[in-house]
């Protein structure tokens, strides 16, 4: 659909105009209730994810059989250097570079 120009998706045109249309009925109740049901909206994603997305495809057992085991692993870090793995030690110590003097204004 486009409109002056500019291409406008349909679906999200309606979930606008029905949130606009609840916020301006609600007051400020409706963003906690808009976040309640994008909570739940969320959970039966992750729903459907974890159970229909397998069903379809045959199972996790056939997903991950159709992958190349190669390709499952990390490869091994070379010798002096975290390599691919290092990702992972940097989520679990944050930035523990960051001088504490340092603020945000």
Request: one cysteine or more; charged letters at 10%.
């Amino acid at each position: 659909m486009s409109v002056a120009g500019f291409t406008i998706e349909l679906p999200l045109l309606i979930a606008f105009v029905i949130l606009a249309a609840y916020t301006y009925t609600s007051g400020l109740r409706a963003p906690a209730m808009i976040a309640v049901v994008k909570d739940i909206l969320i959970y039966a994603t992750v729903l459907a994810v974890i159970i229909l997305i397998p069903l379809k495809l045959g199972g996790y057992g056939h997903i991950f059989a159709a992958v190349d085991p190669a390709k499952l692993l990390l490869p091994p870090p070379s010798p002096g250097n975290l390599g691919t793995q290092s990702a992972y030690a940097t989520l679990a110590l944050g930035r523990p570079w960051r001088c504490s003097s340092t603020r945000i204004r």
